[in-house]
């Protein structure tokens, strides 16, 4: 039995009288690919929202790594280790991939405003790491040719890859991705499959939200379901697709 | 030994040769037209200093700040405290200019940390605000305590003095005649220079990258572990420093200030500098200042005489003009340069060559 990467206890969050999260508990271990699925509106941005620490929770938390995560404000959590995309891709769209990437690597660097001026010797060598690691990222992903091209010329694709790769450069632990394969092409989806496996054989545990599910189904290792807000399901694959609440939730009665 | 430099360098080296040169002969040359050029100068430096630190906040980190002149008031009123018969100070100038951008910074997180859920247009009336309540408060400060004389400002400030050598006279150096003003614009092209050195390695740093995540998508930016509220007011203080330095030496230039100096125009002013050359670019915005410093100048110096020769008496007064042409160049920039008369290219980075293959 692996050991458990995230924990999520009785998490609730309400907007006023919406109850868009109820008592969600769930685990993810160590080196899993993590499905969330659900109908629209289930509250699986919701979640991710939470576990990001942009919105707070209204009761309930998150454990990280054998410790309480703080979910106080998101630049804690990408600390701790856990990075995020977005389901409508939020790059910086007026810098180059190569840029977006090397502001990834901010958390995990220190040279403040002397460094900068000064450009000293320990500033030049931390800016020659940052730029090295954001290259070879680039490469990981597969879009390294587009470096020096501004984020918001990129194809669909690889604005997909590129924020991929932004999340990456902050060393994260998990990885949380929101609906990577949305508008994406056959094509696009299988490069992406290959990529989200790769990113696990080096380590990282990986939390997906997708409504492609043949592409949730062949990938993840387990699989949660929110309906209205709560967890009705969370097992392999093979499991939840016979689960009568599950398939209730998706069909309707 | 010799040095073989690629053509790319020395054309480099010779065209900042060049530029360098035509900096340091400059005020002789203005000085044939008169020493008000050397001022008009001396002015627009200025203006370029104060457009560089707005173009910090509004540039790089994307908050529109339409109180500026308020940071440009604090420094000049340091200097002038610290520097006048007023409290019977008199520091030299470079205690004064650090403690000046120094608590200039201070009253930029000041305005920094209210208004850091702000964006658009509504941290622009915040900002619109907090200039005009330092100018208020600046013309009433004279009661019960008179810090600041009000409306009739300070007089009688120090100038700057470097030795023995005071830069508000004229004198003799190296066998050359220097008056006030062309002294004072060495003194301001130093420090320009600095100014530049700053204003580039911030933005090729991992700072200047935060700021613009921050001003690309601040959502995003906080994601990835950019602290926005730290890298905010890091960017309301370093830009308020630069309006602090410029207000010092403004102080020391004029000899007088008075609230009248720090009006809201001079924000509008300072950010169509930032605007018109080209936000985030900082060639775009020294651009910008000196443009707008010296078209509204020369006119005043061609209207009239202009006037006189072509209709034998004055029909539109020069300051009327200015406007005129200052909103028809506001309307044809917005039209067919959105971006600046010298916008932010995407910047080519050099690859390493061990990882870019």
Known sequence: ?253 | MMMVLPPSRVKYFAGVALVATALLVLPFALSAAGTAWVRITNLAILFVFLSLGLNIVVGYAGLLDLGYVAFYAVGAYVYALLASPHFGMHLPFWVILPIGATLAGFFGVLLGAPTLKLRGDYLAIVTLGFGEIVRIFLNNLSQPINITNGPQGLAQIDPVRIGGMSLGQNGTLFGLNFSGPMKYYYLLLLLLLLVIVVNLRLQNSRIGRAWEAIREDEMAARAIGINTTRLKLLAFAMGASFGGVAGGMFSAIQGFISPESFVLTESVMILSMVVLGGMGNIWGVIAGAVLLSFVPEMLRYTVVPMQMALFKRLLIEPEVIRMLLFGLALVLMMRFRPAGLWPLRARQREFDKAVGE
């Not at chain 1, 630049?75 to 090397?102: C, D, S």
């Not at chain 1, 990834?104 to 060598?125: D, K, P, Q, Y």
């Not at chain 1, 394969?181 to 696009?188: D, I, K, L, P, R």
């Open chain 1, 1 to 253: 039995m692996s050991t458990a990467l995230l924990e999520a206890n009785g998490v609730c969050k309400r907007f006023g009288g919406v109850r868009a999260l109820h008592k969600v508990s769930l685990t993810i271990h160590q080196g899993e690919i993590y499905g969330l699925i659900g109908p629209n509106g289930a509250g699986k941005t919701t979640l991710f929202n939470v576990l990001t620490g942009l919105y707070g929770a209204s009761s309930g938390g998150f454990n990280f790594a054998g410790a309480p995560l703080d979910i106080g404000a998101p630049h804690l959590v990408a600390k701790a280790g856990i990075a995020r995309t977005f389901q409508n891709i939020r790059l910086f769209a007026n810098m180059t991939a190569l840029e977006n990437v090397m502001v990834g690597r901010h958390l995990r660097t220190h040279a403040g405003v002397i460094g900068a001026v000064l450009f000293n010797a320990a500033t030049r060598a931390e800016e020659h790491a940052i730029q090295r690691r954001a290259v070879e990222l680039l490469h990981y992903v597969g879009i390294a040719d587009r470096a020096n091209d501004l984020a918001r010329n990129l194809s669909y694709g690889d604005q997909r890859r590129l924020e991929i790769a932004r999340a990456l450069a902050t060393d994260p632990k998990l990885l949380a991705l929101d609906e990577p394969a949305a508008g994406m092409n056959a094509t696009e989806t299988a490069a992406l499959r290959t990529l989200v496996r790769g990113l696990r054989a080096d380590g990282l545990t990986i939390l997906l939200i997708e409504h492609d599910v043949k592409l949730v189904m062949g990938l993840c290792d387990r699989i949660a379901v929110l309906d209205y807000g709560e967890m009705i399901a969370e097992d392999v694959p093979e499991k939840v697709q016979r689960n009568p609440k599950v398939i209730e939730a998706y069909l309707g009665t």
